[in-house]
């Protein structure tokens, strides 16, 4: 184990940083595709509906509409839209276009048009006769007795129970946790509900799609999942995959979001039946209301603890809600509790169960964090409540019970996700130096339960503990090619895919570092199903440590080949020879320069390209470890919730890039804080989404917190590329719960359903005053 | 009808709609810095420069600018070198996804040529209608003001 590194550790600047900052054409929408058609959806106006009728023959007759598709003129393939592994672990209950609209924006008709203008004047000379149904807009009324059946379909597959709208459920339970809760000496039995979550990424969701002249579908598309795409396509449309190609340019922003297949097979139909390009472009609206939002969460939970600060017991119950369709619903479920329930490893019994319901409400799918902040409102708060039933300080309570260096639970080999997952023992775990330096930086000792006011404002510190995963166990593969060019530089190839994170340059800095080349030496290609090798794709937290992993190996191979090469031209033995800073010399001094060497084996000495591909498939997913602190001040006239701090301390194991790092932390935490005091998505009456823009769905601006002050605590991990972790998904997980905890150490009102609006707040404070 | 823009200092004679916004007349010309993201003057990634003032060009008449000065991000840099607050961005780690960032740099530029001494507030007040999704802010503030101290310093040289 070597820990001076040369590229990776450094905070070096993103390889496409230059392009972007200048505002070059980078993403889906610069690219101009001469005559692409611009294809628009016609959208249910009704949450649960049956088509009767749709007539588009006066759209017809509009100059410049090219074609209108129904459900009627497109083949019936069930389908999810999750992008995951395959078989994916999500209920087959999609489908392109269906006579039955099950939430408000479900589309009906796609209709291609020569210019914008013209498709949204087709859209509204469309007449559908609808036969309305009731719809279920609470998640808690979807398994009653005589609800409406969201999914009668017979052709669905993979749906839990649809009989009762139950698209997924997942139960299990290590010892007697009932009993194990009868023995404690003091027990808190809450419900903490969370709602969902728009990922709001600045680039709306959009394709373009085109022939190649040879006749192949090309789809460029902003995407999380290219390889996922393609396979969803080839199946939708009924293609062979290998007629199809999926370019990732840059991407502008996804979080999750861009994680299921949305807007690409309805441009892509469009250019199959034209045999024309055609582009699709997202509205603020249609990507906030017609994508995929977060899985709102309700827990019951039930923890109990002996009187020596040990818990002993946990039980989670969730419901979880995932909208008009499954994907992702089981996975996220599990990872509610399989990326929180072993913080607390120390129990003598833990029970997790629910239910993921349809409602008539937009999907819910993937977003950073994946079920792991909804699980954690309900522990780390019901913890917390714990503590001032115990008289304890919360922190100590959370710090004497949470899993440390060495140590192992068992769930992370019950729950994985979509099944069993894989043991493993904390190779690196720094939660402890995370929790010291989190507490010094906020002042705890001296703020925790002060209530420090000032006029009518009052203050309160609270603390939350996280821990995530570094991609999924088994199940996802990252590859990679490397092959060095004559001049001594090197194409690194990988399906993996930059959607914003810098993967692209931490993985560099790997094949960097493996080669002894500066940066610039190494000319990354990423996300393109005809030219770089398989990769899952960007989520779960999977990239640096996954796809890391295979570069690591590919350079590793190549490196091996270097050596070889140049031991038959220098006519040395091969373990006399070593390769620093580009040059492979030998300990008598005969020395060549990578560039000489190169170009001997492309021109002239025992010719052949050298290369190599890796492929990786994590045997364990360690985690990432965070303690976050969030300092609050509560206007009791007003109601005002104001951040002042939120601290964050994370051990991602060596960042490789440690700028890239912080800003996973910082950007995920700001998300984070969103979502726990001002994102808040409001339906009508109908469940139409009201809050579509920005204006109604206010998502964090630069005024909107006090100060945000993250830091990174450094571990080994010695499964990781040179050390490192994930860091990409875990700021997000604990701002709900920190600041949950610190309203309550300013003010005594525990707030158990975020978001937590200034105004909730105020009526909180009026109910205690009558 | 015909309209005339001068674009980073080059003179356009254009065809348009007269209801066309800026936004899409800048992007068909070509200036593809200019970013679609909520269309409703909302977040600010079609941020131009309008006469040297920030405007939001997704709801701006292109008609209603006719003859005058447009500033897009594509102006701002010479060849291989970058602008300092581009420069200070990349430093800082202030872009990831990037989509944000020419209205951010452009913003940002407006604030420190009438301010060239911006406080923490300054900076936070004057972006505060450039949303980004990415970064958590932090980096991006910090880089404004890196590249407001060193566009001081040239100037005092």
């Known amino acids: 184990m070597t820990r001076d590194f040369e590229v990776v550790g450094k905070p070096k600047k993103k390889l496409d940083g230059k392009a972007i900052v200048r505002g070059k054409p980078v993403y889906t929408p610069d690219y101009d595709v001469p005559n692409a058609l611009t294809v628009k959806l016609l959208r249910s106006p009704h949450p649960n509906a049956m088509i009767k009728t749709i007539d588009f023959q006066s759209a017809l007759t509009i100059q410049g509409v090219v074609c209108v598709l129904t459900h009627e003129d497109i083949d019936r393939v069930p389908y999810s839209r999750a992008g995951q592994g395959y078989p994916e672990p999500s ?68 749906v839990f129970d649809s009989s009762r709208n139950i698209a997924a459920h997942f139960e299990m339970e290590i010892g007697e946790t009932e009993k194990a809760l009868d023995r404690c000496d003091f027990v808190v039995s809450k419900t903490y509900h969370v709602d969902t979550q728009l990922h709001a990424a600045l680039e709306p969701h959009n394709a373009v799609t085109y022939l190649d002249p040879s006749g192949r579908l090309i789809v460029i598309s902003s995407t999380q999942v290219p390889f996922h795409c393609r396979r969803i396509l080839a199946r939708i449309l009924k293609k062979p995959m290998s007629e199809i190609r999926v370019i990732k340019p840059r991407i502008g922003g996804g979080f999750g979001g861009k994680q299921s297949i949305i807007v690409e097979p309805y441009a892509a139909l469009v250019t199959l039946k034209t045999g024309q390009p055609a582009r699709i472009n997202y509205t603020r609206e249609e990507v906030s209301m017609a994508t995929n939002i977060r899985h709102e969460m309700k827990y019951d939970i039930r923890v109990g603890a002996t009187k020596d600060g040990r818990i002993r017991a946990i039980w989670m119950k969730g419901l979880s809600n995932t909208g008009a369709y499954g994907e992702h619903c089981l996975t996220t479920f599990m990872v509610s509790g399989s990326k929180t329930l072993p913080l607390y490893n120390k129990v003598d019994a833990v029970r997790f169960e629910g239910d993921v319901v349809y409602t008539n409400l937009p999907p819910a799918g993937a977003y950073r964090g994946y079920g792991a902040p909804q699980g954690l409102f309900a522990l780390d708060c019901a913890i917390d409540e714990l503590a001032l039933e115990m008289n304890i300080d919360p922190l100590k309570l959370k710090e004497m019970n949470s899993i440390r260096e060495g140590e192992t639970s068992p769930i992370f080999k019950i729950m994985g996700e979509g099944r069993e997952g894989v043991p493993q023992i904390m190779n690196s775990c720094k939660l402890q130096e995370c929790i010291d330096l989190g507490k010094k930086v906020i002042g705890w000792d001296k703020k925790r339960g002060k209530r420090l006011e000032n006029g009518t404002r009052v203050r309160g510190v609270g603390c939350a503990l996280a821990m995530q995963g570094s991609g999924i166990p088994k199940i996802d593969m990252g590859a990679a090619t490397i092959k060095m060019n004559e001049d001594g530089s090197f194409n690194l190839l990988v399906g993996a895919t930059d959607i914003g994170t810098g993967s692209d340059t931490i993985l560099a800095q790997i094949a960097a570092e493996v080669l002894t080349v500066p940066l610039e030496k190494i000319i990354v290609y990423s996300s393109d199903t005809d030219i770089t090798p398989f990769d899952v794709g960007a989520y779960a937290s999977s990239t640096t440590y996954v796809s890391g992993n295979a570069v690591k190996m590919a350079c590793e191979d190549v490196k091996t080949q270097i050596l070889s090469l140049a031991s038959s031209y220098l006519e040395r033995e091969k373990g006399d020879l070593e390769l620093v800073d580009g040059v492979v010399s030998c300990s008598d001094g005969l020395s060549i320069t990578l560039e000489e060497l190169a170009t001997k084996h492309t021109y002239t000495f025992n010719q052949r390209q050298i290369a190599a591909t890796a492929s990786y498939v994590g045997e364990e997913s360690p985690p990432p470890f965070m303690a976050t602190f969030a300092e609050v001040e509560v206007d009791m006239d007003t109601g005002k919730i104001d951040l002042i701090n939120l601290v964050s301390y994370a051990d991602c194991g060596v960042a490789l890039n440690p700028i890239q790092a912080m800003g996973q932390l910082e950007g995920a935490s700001m998300q984070g804080i969103g979502w726990a005091l001002y994102e808040d998505v409001i339906y009508a009456k109908n469940g139409r989404m009201l809050t579509n823009d920005f204006f109604t769905y206010k998502i964090p601006s630069r005024m909107d917190y006090g100060k945000l002050t993250c830091g990174l605590v450094e571990s080994y991990e010695p499964t990781g590329p040179f050390g490192a972790k994930s860091i990409g998904e875990i700021g997000i997980d604990t701002p709900i719960p920190a600041i949950a905890n610190a309203i309550f150490d300013a003010t005594g009102i525990r707030l158990r359903q975020a978001p937590f609006k200034s105004e909730k707040m105020l009526f909180e404070i009026l109910s205690l005053e009558v | 009808m015909k309209i005339s823009l001068v674009i980073n200092g080059k003179d356009h004679e254009i065809d348009i709609d007269p209801g066309q916004y800026l936004l899409e007349v800048l992007r068909d010309l070509g200036y593809k810095s200019v970013r679609r993201s909520c269309n409703s003057a909302s977040c600010g990634s079609c941020t131009v420069l309008l006469n040297g003032a920030p405007v939001l060009s997704c709801s701006t008449f292109a008609v209603s600018v006719d003859g005058q000065s447009i500033e897009t991000v594509e102006g701002l840099s010479e060849g291989d070198r970058l602008h300092p607050i581009q420069e200070a ?44 999704r ?24």
């Not at chain 1, 589309?107 to 914008?116: K, L, Y």
């Not at chain 2, 404004?144 to 040289?157: F, H, N, Q, T, V």
């Open chain 1, 91 to 158: 209920p087959y209950d999609s489908y392109l276009l269906d006579n039955k609209v099950r939430y408000v924006g479900d589309p009906v008709a796609i209709v291609a048009a020569t210019s914008e203008k013209i498709a949204r004047q087709a859209l509204k000379s469309i007449k559908v006769e609808y036969e309305v149904l009731d719809p279920i807009l609470d998640m808690e009324k979807s398994m009653a007795e005589g609800a409406p059946r969201i999914h009668d379909e017979a052709d669905c597959s993979g």
């Open chain 2, 89 to 132: 961005i990349l430093e800082e780690g202030g872009a990831q996804c990037g989509y944000c960032i020419p209205g951010i740099v452009l913003t940002g530029e407006a604030l420190i040529r009438e301010n060239p001494e911006p406080s923490d507030e300054d900076i936070r007040l004057a972006l505060n209608g450039n949303l980004c």
């Open chain 2, 134 to 157: 990415c970064t958590g802010y932090e980096p991006q503030n910090r880089a404004i003001k890196k590249a407001a101290e060193l566009l001081r310093s040239d100037r005092d040289d």
